[in-house]
């Protein structure tokens, strides 16, 4: 049985103003630093095999400190990447709230698709995919990813058999951890959204 503890990022400085996807640029800002500090404490009393962060800066900065508190070394997980928001890279959110195909994408997760991205479907396989590798070759592994909201909510959606379509009722916030137990037999949610610093 692997533990996974799917960390979201720590906060930004464009957080809640900007669909920044997988634009570059969008680093920890001071209140994000003080995050991921106090999630490297909370991991300190863990025992971690690993520890695993999407490509973005953001994630990267969130991971560092707490695999060198571990005392681990980090390593990039592209399937843990933010799902590619395509054409929608970038913009305000204020602006995309008018957008048809927006509100179609946040209404309908299971069959939408971001305008020259990549749908949640496919987000949620390569995810779901990457947490089964991982089982599958280190059965007791106990792994910290960061990665993303809707990254984790893929996840979470997946180990309970419900529907993409639901991805806003699950609170996925800024610096929380939510974690998973999965073995041969399925996956268990064990705990989601935990928050260790405002």
Known sequence: MATFFL????AHDLLDRVLVGRSAGARLGEKGRFQAERLAERFSRERISSVQASPRERAVETAEPIAARVHVALSVAPAADEID???????????????????HWNA????????????????QQRIVDHLQQVCAAQ??????IVSHADIIRAAILYCLDVSLDLFHRLEVAPASISTMVMGDWGCKLLGMNEQVAA
Not at 7 to 10: E, K, P, Q, S
Not at 85 to 103: I, S, Y
């Open 7 to 10: 960390v979201r990022h720590a």
């Open 85 to 103: 928001c395509g054409d929608w890279t970038g913009q305000p959110l204020e602006r995309l709230r008018d957008d048809p195909a927006w509100r």
């Open 108 to 123: 309908s997760r299971s069959t939408a698709r971001a305008p020259g991205g990549e749908s949640m479907q496919e987000a």
């Open 139 to 144: 059965a007791e592994a106990r792994v910290v």
